[in-house]
Nanobody
């Protein structure tokens, strides 16, 4: 069983920065895409940023130019550097990984437990 664990959330003022980390642990698995999603109170969970194994990225429009997603394939880890944070970035941030079990071609979704990011005005 693969576990995905996030860290790095917290409280920051408008204009501040935070770095989220997410590590997948287990044995004998591969990871396809990894990404970060967020869910604010009363809203649907939305994609923030996603990165492929080859390093191709895409971002939701509201974070372009402020957030950067990177991954370390050797460590099965993905990071989200968040700069110039705004109050509307306040949400629970979830790490997502597409896990490919051994001897399988298809993948399944694995989610972290979530980490709170709060941006004060």
């Amino acid at each position: 069983q693969v576990q995905v664990v996030e860290s790095g959330g917290g409280l920051v003022q408008t204009g501040g920065s935070l770095r989220l980390s997410c590590a997948a642990s287990g044995s004998n698995f591969r990871i396809n895409d990894m990404g970060w999603y967020r869910q604010a109170p009363g809203k649907w969970r939305e994609l923030v940023a996603r990165i492929t194994t080859d390093g191709l990225t895409n971002y939701t429009d509201s974070v372009k130019g402020r957030f950067t997603i990177v991954r370390d394939n050797a460590k099965n880890t993905v990071y989200l550097q968040m700069n110039n944070l705004k109050p509307e970035d306040t949400a629970v941030y979830y790490c997502h990984a597409q896990i490919v079990p051994p001897f399988h071609l298809s993948w399944y979704d694995s989610w972290g437990q979530g980490t709170q990011v709060t941006v004060s005005s």
